[in-house]
Structure formats: C-alpha cells, structure tokens
C-alpha cells in the first residue's frame, strides 16, 4: 500500500490527499506534527526519510518521493486510471502553469518556516503577519482567476478534476483561516464550492484526518 507521510493542516499535504482520493488509491497515512516537540520534521528519524523534512512525503515501494506536485503527477503517470492532466498537451501546460502559480508561488510565501520566522527572528505582529498572509493569497488569486476564465467548466479545466483541482482548497482553507477576502474571485469560489461537493475532496479535508487537532 502507498504510504503519506503528512501533517494535517499542511496545504501541501492537503494537495496530495486530494490526488491520492480522486484516484481512488488506498494509503496509511503517517503523521507527522509539525509542531509537536518542536516539530517532528526536525527529527532524525523523519530526516532519514525525506531529507528535506517537509510534509508530504510518499513512499511506493522502494521509491521515497517529497514536493506535492512532484507526488500528484508520479500518482497521475503512475496510476493512469482517473487522470488529473488532460491529453491536449497545450491544456496540460496551462493546468502545470496554474498549479505552479498556487504550489510555486503563493503557498511558499506563508507556510509555516516562512511565517515562524516573521513572528521569530523578524519580530513582527500578529496584525502584520496576517497583512503578509492577505496580500500574498490574494496575489496569487488574481492571476488565477484570470487563467481560470478560459479554462474552467465544473472545475478548472473543463468538467473533471484534475491537477489545478488539487491545488485550490488547500489555498482556500488558508484563505479563510487567516480572513482574506475572497470576494474579488467569484470563478475561484464556484470551483471551490464544486470541489468541496466531492467525496475524495471532503476524505482529504484537513478536519478528517486521524491527526487532526
């Protein structure tokens, strides 16, 4: 059985889940608190696993794999059945492009190493740090939405589920967690809405995980 190493509010992690349910592939979830005795990432053991120490971490076989989007198209080549990038190759560019803009882009500028260190070394405030969470999202939102109007049906490409898919509740979980205003992105939120009617996306929230909080 595929086994994720995962922390279950980490929105990378979250990515995966999404992947890992939409194409109907068993897993052991394996958690790993990233906050917990100073984060369980740090840990030798987690270390000798990825050496990275981030969330998600997937292992099939002999095979270690870490990055979320690396994960969910290893899933998608590996286990072609319920694909999540189209066949038109144009179409898979613009589905890579729109998920880099919210994996590559946006998410890197407020995830936890980023936002301890602001509260840490930097000193800053709670009113500040979320300033930096706000304008961050809703930089990475603009583009999309724009992206998202030549491309979207259902979802984000067309009437299936697919890569972008695994990368917008993640986003907007953190969104709403931190009181952004998602007013400006009507696309977005319809395609938010669609998702969050899915069972595979409902088993990946991060509420429904066994290490929920």
């Not at 076989?61 to 038109?88: F, H, M, R």
């Not at 301890?116 to 706000?134: H, N, P, R, T």
């Not at 709403?176 to 088993?203: H, K, T, W």
Request: contains cysteine; hydrophobic residues 45%; aromatic residues 8%.
């Amino acid at each position: 059985m595929l086994k994720l190493y995962s922390y279950w509010r980490s929105s990378a992690s979250y990515r995966a889940r999404i992947a890992l349910h939409l194409k109907e592939l068993p897993f052991e979830t394996l958690p790993v608190h990233l906050l917990k005795d100073g984060g369980e990432q740090h840990k030798a053991e987690y270390r000798a696993v990825n050496p990275q120490g981030f969330v998600p971490c997937l292992v099939d076989g002999e095979l270690v794999l870490n990055q979320s989007l690396a994960i969910v198209e290893y899933l998608d080549e590996a286990y072609p059945a319920k694909p999540l990038l189209p066949t038109n190759p144009a179409l898979r560019a613009k589905a890579r492009a729109m998920a880099y803009v919210l994996a590559c882009d946006t998410h890197p500028m407020n995830n936890l190493k980023v936002l301890k260190y602001l509260s840490g070394e930097l000193g800053v405030s709670d009113e500040q740090k979320s300033a930096w969470i706000q304008h961050w999202i809703a930089e990475g939102l603009k583009p999309l939405e724009q992206m998202l109007a030549a491309t979207a049906g259902r979802f984000s490409i067309g009437d299936a589920p697919g890569l972008v898919d695994t990368c917008i509740p993640p986003l907007i979980y953190s969104a709403e967690r931190f009181g952004c205003d998602l007013s400006a992105y009507p696309i977005v939120m319809r395609i938010q809405a669609n998702l969050l009617e899915l069972p595979a996306v409902q088993a990946a929230h991060p509420q429904n995980q066994p290490d929920a909080a």
